[in-house]
């Protein structure tokens, strides 16, 4: 298994994350801290619900995921960081690094066995599952609140409504700047309890259907969908009490 030590004091904390990718390239996952097992199955659930599937989309599993285990090694107390994904996903490695917190780490790309390269099989569920095959601009996290008291850097929030925050992120093409902006909104959202959090990253050059009905003036706009009022923050993205503002108003 490929893997790297990261001894960096910003190194990330131990955790688990597992990412589960759609063929029209949406996006579900969870980072772990607690590292139980059963998560593809939770997200392939996640999917079904969001996209109105018949069934949990459990195909997906292996071909389309990545995993990301992170561990001090008791050896030499280093953090250790061993990251895999399957080459229908690997290409994403560098939206996987912002959302996990891993710089620009390279993945280890997964040779699985012959039936799981072959995309004739997952063909045959195109029929039975065609949202699968279409691009939602879907980015769902499912991580658990992993704040412990006196880690809090940000103002107390209030707790959001049970349903969790929906936001939709206006970019123009995916580049530095929007893993960026990824890794500061999951910052926010995780340290202000806004777990779990639906994403929508909508890229205005292939959408300006989208970017036109939210009335979008500029990129990058961040718009909080629920809870109501919608409410908009256009740039300052790299502001975290800008976004922690946006997502508390009233």
């Known amino acids: 298994m490929l893997s790297a030590r990261l001894t960096s004091p910003l190194a990330p904390p131990v955790f688990k994350g597992i990412a589960v990718f759609t063929p029209g390239g949406d996006l579900v996952y969870c980072r772990d801290h607690h590292k139980k097992s059963q998560w593809h199955l939770t997200l392939c659930g996640a999917l079904q619900e969001q996209l ?6 459990h195909f ?10 992170c561990w001090q090694d008791p050896a030499t107390q280093a953090l250790t960081v061993a990251a ?16 996990f917190d891993l710089g620009d780490l390279e993945w280890r790309r997964i040779i ?4 799981y390269l072959n995309l004739s099989v ?10 699968l095959w279409e691009n939602h601009d879907l980015i769902l996290d499912l991580s658990e609140s992993t704040v412990e008291p006196g880690e809090q ?3 107390q929030t209030p707790d959001p409504s049970p349903e969790g925050s929906v936001l939709r992120l206006f970019v123009s093409g995916h580049s530095a ?13 995780e340290s202000s309890r806004y777990s779990p959090y639906t994403l929508q990253m909508i890229d205005v050059s292939k959408n300006p259907e989208q970017a036109e009905a939210d009335q979008i003036a500029a990129t990058p706009t961040l718009v909080r969908i629920s809870p109501q009022p919608i409410k908009r923050l256009v740039g300052e993205l790299d502001n975290p009490r800008a976004i922690l503002s946006l997502l508390s108003d009233p």
Do not use: C, H
């Not at 997906?60 to 285990?69: K, N, Q, R, S």
């Not at 997952?122 to 949202?131: A, G, L, V």
């Not at 893993?179 to 959202?189: A, F, H, R, S």
């Open 60 to 69: 997906l599993v292996p071909g389309f995921t990545a995993t990301v285990d």
């Open 52 to 57: 109105g599937l018949q069934e949990s989309p």
């Open 84 to 99: 895999e994904a399957y080459p229908f996903v690997y290409r994403y490695q560098g939206l996987l690094n912002a959302l």
């Open 112 to 115: 699985p066995s012959p039936e």
């Open 122 to 131: 997952f063909e045959t569920y195109r029929s039975q599952f065609p949202q």
């Open 177 to 189: 700047l929007t893993e960026q902006i990824l890794k500061t909104l999951q910052g926010v959202l």
């Open 153 to 155: 850097s940000l103002p």
